[in-house]
């Protein structure tokens, strides 16, 4: 199984590009959850997409269409989602092949605030659905206090965390599976 995650920070120390990283440890041996970060993807413009999707939304879009599951962490900026992660989604919105769509999806969000990502993660949840998405609902992983989540190796500090990520990849590992089966029985 191939498992794509997906940073919503450009930051080079992101906790959100180290917390899939820690993620590593919980795939189910045999998958593989390869990292893509969203950097240098321009804005939004219909009028650029009418000359033809720029080269590095193209590449995203095929690795999210090969991808069994896609898995999202992000940071929250102002209350939100960081206009970089809202900004590719609207450009894989517009790619024929609708990559998102039916696509198992789980998000999770680190933050240095006390919400976790809270409220990034409930509009990023409805910006999904017109995505047709098929989202994971449960565990909600929501790290706080980012700045003291990681051991110096990468791995998360905390017990309770490593417990929601494990439980977050095995409900996004079934799911895929389930669904797997599913089309292949229809
Ligand atoms: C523009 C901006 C807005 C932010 N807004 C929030 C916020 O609404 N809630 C929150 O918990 N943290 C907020 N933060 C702090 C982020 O949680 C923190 O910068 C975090 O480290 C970003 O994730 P990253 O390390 O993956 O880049 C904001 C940071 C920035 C730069």
Redesign the pocket.
Known sequence: MRILGI?????S???????LRACNVFVPEGSVLEIATLHDIPLYNADVQAEGFPENVVALSERVVAADAVLI????????V?GVLKNVLDWLSRVDTKPLASKPTAIMG????????A??QYHLRQILVSFDASLINKPEVMI?G??TAFNEDGSFADERTVSVVQSLLQALVKHTEMLKRGRSAA
Do not use: H, V
Request: net charge positive.
């Open positions: 940073s919503g920070s450009l930051r120390g992101s906790y959100n590009t180290q917390a962490c992000s940071p929250e900026y102002n209350f939100s960081p680190a933050s240095t605030g006390r919400l976790g990502t409220r990034m706080s980012a700045s």
